[in-house]
T-cell receptor, first 118, second 113 residues
């Protein structure tokens, strides 16, 4: 149980185009979904937190107009990188929070999407 | 900054137990200890978590000291597929606070044949 998928796993795009990444919780309804970014040889950094039906909360320094997050349902969140530039090339990872009991949640991560902007 | 301290790297022989230490001396009473691992070019994988008591599941055991200032993740019979970066994270684990899991540098575990 607690499987999270991402699509696509890898994408190459031209500078100036937009790219959409999907994140799905396959066997549970996620109370919250999160988007992280990881640059080579660095640790994961949280970009934004999203709850179904409400606007995402972005971390400091993350442009909300550039990284559009839509949380359409309890099992689906999408991240759209608008007008992508080479510096946006990174490994994007989503996670979904599964409330196992009334007081504790555990985050489960997707396999990641590697974005390369040329 | 991460609230935990881990050795940057460790080696382990295949088939032997791997014991990964973590210091979290500033942990608060309502914070859990979570362990994740990240195999190269993949998303982090949840391993185990605990609050006060020792925990065991099909992947690993978690030993938390009585004062909760440190813990040890134990992989009882390490295999080559356990080679990964292991992250020890403390978090309240509730109400969205778990969103900001602070991943430090972790411990790179290399399991050798």
């Amino acid at each position: 149980g607690a499987v999270v998928s991402q699509h696509p796993s890898r994408v190459i795009c031209k500078s100036g185009t937009s790219v959409k990444i999907e994140c799905r919780s396959l066997d549970f309804q996620a109370t919250t979904m999160f988007w992280y970014r990881q640059f080579p040889k660095q640790s994961l950094m949280l970009m934004a937190t999203s709850n179904e039906g409400s606007k995402a909360t972005y971390e400091q320094g993350v442009e909300k107009d550039k990284f559009l997050i839509n949380h359409a349902s309890l099992t689906l969140s999408t991240l759209t990188v608008t007008s992508a530039h080479p510096e946006d090339s990174s490994f994007y990872i989503c996670s979904a929070s599964n409330r196992r009991d009334w007081y504790q949640e555990t985050q489960y991560f997707g396999p990641g999407t590697r974005l390369l902007v040329l | 900054d991460a609230k935990t301290t881990q050795p940057p790297s460790m080696d382990c022989a295949e088939g032997r137990a791997a014991n990964l230490p973590c210091n979290h001396s500033t942990i608060s009473g309502n914070e859990y200890v979570y362990w994740y691992r990240q195999i190269h070019s993949q998303g982090p994988q949840y391993i185990i978590h605990g609050l006060k008591n020792n925990e065991t599941n099909e992947m690993a055991s978690l030993i938390i000291t009585e004062d909760r200032k440190s813990s040890t993740l134990i992989l009882p019979h390490a295999t080559l597929r356990d080679t990964a970066v292991y992250y020890c994270i403390v978090d309240e684990g509730y109400g969205g606070s778990q969103g900001n899991l602070i991943f430090g540098k972790g411990t790179k575990l290399s399991v050798k044949p």
